[in-house]
């Protein structure tokens, strides 16, 4: 059987302030049963550690996907400015080319009926 060792040999527990009495109380033989549940507390604080570790993992996790979803979010809308912006562009584009066309038609009849007189006196 477990013997327990007097530590306190040279002081007795009334030497102490009463809440480190309770503490500084000699331990009682530990038996067979409470060596089992011992190990059981070391088990299970064991699984507690190692479940604390992956929820901080998890957590970490978390975190980083949630800056990397933050950033691809800033990044689309840079794209989609950018798009708007060429978009616009292609528009004024457009529109220029849409005015360039209307007055070489207008100025195209002009240009034709020079092109008919310089003809006629060229076979006359």
Do not use: G
């Not at 034709?112 to 007189?117: C, G, H, Q």
């Amino acid at each position: 059987m477990a013997t327990t060792v007097n530590y306190w040999s040279q002081n007795s527990l009334s030497d102490y302030k009463p809440e480190f009495q309770e503490i500084l109380k000699p331990a009682e033989p530990i038996n067979k049963e409470n060596q089992l549940l011992l190990q059981k507390i070391d088990i299970l604080q064991s699984m507690v550690d190692k479940l604390e570790n992956e929820k901080d993992a998890l957590t970490y996790t978390c975190s980083d996907l949630k800056q990397l979803l933050q950033c691809v979010a800033k990044q689309h809308d840079k794209n989609a400015e950018r798009q708007r912006k060429n978009i616009k562009d292609l528009e004024n584009k457009v529109a220029n080319l849409k005015q360039a066309l209307h007055i070489s038609e207008i100025h195209s009849a002009h240009l034709s009926s020079i092109s008919s007189f310089w003809e006629d006196v060229i076979r006359e």
